[in-house]
């Protein structure tokens, strides 16, 4: 038998989800206002170590999308879906756009964060629900 | 400082070759090199080797004396990865390395098998030069991420699909020439136009294709080429590298490459020599978009107006700084470990007048290579001039 953990979560990001699925997505902050996303303990812009734990604004703006055709095996029942940098003040986040036909997307649709399940492993999907 | 000289090249050829092993498409290039070089496989002392996915590809690690074998030199061998910047970061501390006196001699290779895998694998082994947590898991692709910058750039500075287009076609075009391109046949701007879309904007006639292959060079200090008085007109000049956040969407800008203007800046300042001064240029096109920011950030292009630089024929192979007169990433192929030195190798040649399209640039003296990992987190610059020999 094998003793592989496939279940073992990853530290950080897993507890990011499951706050993002309470509404509660939440970014670090560094003295100079740098945002980062966890897992962090130093600020990658400055190298500061005493990051404040802030919210994340209730809802961003896509900076930029893509509808993706031919994805990685661990979307290929999803495709095609459209993958959008979404800007929520001091952070930006890649995320699949949900809620609404693909090709309609556009730059400065205003979203929400939600988490989604990919149709092709059930995993969890850092997603932008449009407002 | 003394300069490196490039003493011997060779290449596979880049294509679709599944059943054969990344260890034997090296040894092939190894011997092309060695004999193109003149130098003894007892004078190495070092290999500097570029890998990326060879556990995923192969289920092989520590590559770099498996490669050593390979490649006949009882030598201590280090792979290099940087995502497709791997051979670029493995020349240049291979430069580092002869400048600083510690050897004279040493092979820098890579090879990439990759075709094996299928286009599902390739794609999926490709996302991992990608932050896993913040952009695979989301979805994003590489010709996704490419398609962000392109979307991010059309949105900024203008342009359209068809401008990326003329890349293609250029690149197909200078391929036409190069035996060990993976595509030597010509194509039209509708055809790139009408492809199937992989990660809009960006079609199959954008994106490279998947490749295997492999590259590799001699390269030697200035008085070893003079003592064994070796054939080596070119030398390396100037080296530089850039890093830059590892997501996408933590660059400071969605369509510039930081991480290469720093690379490209540092390796003109290193070899003396400005944008001005290059009269042609080896870019990283993995995606059409790609040759475009790689153009702005090296200044060949004033930033906004590297769209359109194939299109009026600024970049084409009798314009003004031709560009990628191998074929590039695009038509040549990109066995991803390899590309980085395979860019040496072209450049060399080019301007050493052994090219098949060195009779578009009979003057050119100066070329650079610029090799890029992941959506530029990585970057690599390199400078070479043709040197004037006793």
Redesign the interface.
């Known amino acids: 038998m094998s003793d592989a953990k496939d279940d073992v979560q990853d530290a950080g990001f897993d507890d990011w989800l499951d706050a993002a699925e309470d509404g509660e997505a939440y970014y670090f902050e560094c003295p100079d206002g740098h945002g980062s996303l966890p897992p962090r303990r130093v600020c990658p812009e400055c190298g500061a170590t005493d990051l404040e734990q802030q919210p994340v604004p209730e809802t961003g703006e896509i900076a930029t999308f893509t509808v993706t055709h031919v994805p990685t095996p661990a979307f290929e029942d999803d495709a095609p879906y459209a993958t959008a940098i979404a800007d929520f003040g001091p952070v930006r986040i890649t995320g699949q756009v949900v809620g609404i036909d693909p090709e309609t997307v556009g730059n400065g649709l205003e979203v929400e964060i939600d988490v989604t399940v990919s149709e092709t492993t059930d995993e969890r999907v850092v997603s932008f629900r449009p407002t | 400082m003394s300069n490196v000289r490039v003493a011997g090249t060779g290449l596979t050829p880049f294509g679709n070759t599944p059943e054969r092993t990344s260890r034997d498409l090296f040894a092939e290039a190894t011997v092309a090199a060695f004999e193109d070089s003149g130098v003894p496989r007892e004078d190495v002392d070092a290999l500097f080797y570029g890998n990326f996915m060879g556990e995923l590809s192969e289920h092989q690690g520590h590559q770099g004396p498996l490669m050593a074998e390979a490649a006949g030199i009882q030598v201590p061998a280090t792979r290099y990865e940087a995502a497709c910047a791997s051979s670029g970061a493995a020349i240049r501390d291979a430069v580092v390395r002869l400048r600083n006196g510690e050897t004279d001699v040493v092979v820098v290779g890579g090879a990439e098998r990759m075709t094996n895998l299928g ?3 390739a ?2 082994a490709l ?1 991992i030069a990608a932050d896993d ?9 590489f ?2 991420a490419y ?3 392109a ?2 750039y059309f ?1 900024e500075f203008g342009g359209e699909h068809e401008d990326l287009a003329h890349i293609a076609v250029k690149n197909h075009e200078n391929a036409l020439t190069n035996e060990k391109a993976q595509y030597q046949s010509a194509i039209e701007v509708e055809d790139v136009l009408e492809a ?7 079609g199959l006639y954008d994106s490279c294709p998947i490749s295997d292959g492999a590259a590799a060079v001699v390269l030697t200090s200035e008085a070893y080429a003079e003592k064994r008085d070796l054939e080596a007109p070119v030398a390396i000049t100037g080296t530089g590298q850039g890093g830059d ?1 590892m ?4 660059r400071d800008h ?1 369509a510039r490459s930081p991480a290469a203007r720093e690379a490209g800046e540092e390796a003109y300042a290193d070899a003396g020599v400005s944008a001005t001064d290059v009269d042609l240029a080896e870019v990283h096109d993995c995606f059409t978009i790609a040759e475009v920011l790689a153009l702005e950030a090296l200044d060949i292009e004033q930033v906004g107006e590297g769209i359109s630089a194939a299109r009026d024929d600024r970049t084409t192979a009798d314009g003004e700084t031709p560009v990628n007169l191998s074929g590039g990433l695009k038509a040549k192929g990109h066995p991803v470990g390899a590309t980085g030195v395979s860019q040496i190798a072209e450049v060399t040649k080019l301007l050493a007048g052994d090219h098949p399209n060195s009779t578009h640039v009979p003057d050119a003296t100066t070329g650079v290579a610029h090799n890029a990992g992941g959506t530029v987190a990585s970057a690599t610059v390199h400078v070479l001039e043709e040197v004037a020999q006793p």
């Not at chain 2, 199937?196 to 960006?202: E, F, G, I, K, Y």
């Not at chain 2, 997501?247 to 933590?250: E, I, R």
């Open positions: 286009t599902a694998g794609t999926e996302a947590l913040w952009e695979v898991r989301a979805g994003m692709t010709p996704g398609a962000l910058m979307k991010a949105e199937p879309q992989v990660s809009s904007p960006l956040r997501a996408l969407h933590d969605l």
